[in-house]
Nanobody, 124 residues
């Protein structure tokens, strides 16, 4: 059974940085894609960034472009989300997700295994 665990969230002031980590265990297949989504209370979960097995990436563009960077270490079954120049509108629960294969998707339906999420709060 695949187990996905996020860490690294917290409360930070505007302009600060955080690095989220996502560790996957129980994986018996490769390649697999890893992604980050986020969700604010009362809103739908939205795509942040994804990275394929060979390092190809995609992000949500205007919302996080130039501020967030996704990376991964296949030897550690871990993905990271480096978030710089954080803004209050980045406040959300951040979820990590995994999907089998090489497609780097941007929709929740494309991912089969999810973590419990880590809270990121940016104060103004």
């Amino acid at each position: 059974q695949v187990h996905v665990v996020e860490s690294g969230g917290g409360l930070v002031p505007t302009g600060d940085s955080l690095r989220l980590s996502c560790e996957v265990s129980g994986v018996t297949f490769n390649p697999y894609t890893m992604a980050w989504f986020r969700q604010e209370p009362g809103k739908e979960r939205e795509f942040v960034a994804a990275i394929g097995w060979f390092g190809g990436t995609i992000d949500s563009g205007d919302a996080v472009g130039g501020r967030f960077t996704i990376s991964r270490d296949n030897a550690k079954n871990t993905a990271y989300l480096q978030m710089n120049n954080l803004k209050p509108e980045d406040t959300a629960v951040y979820y990590c997700a995994v999907s089998v294969g090489t497609d780097v998707g941007t929709t929740t339906a494309q991912y089969t295994d999810w973590g419990q999420g880590t809270q990121v709060t940016v104060s103004s």
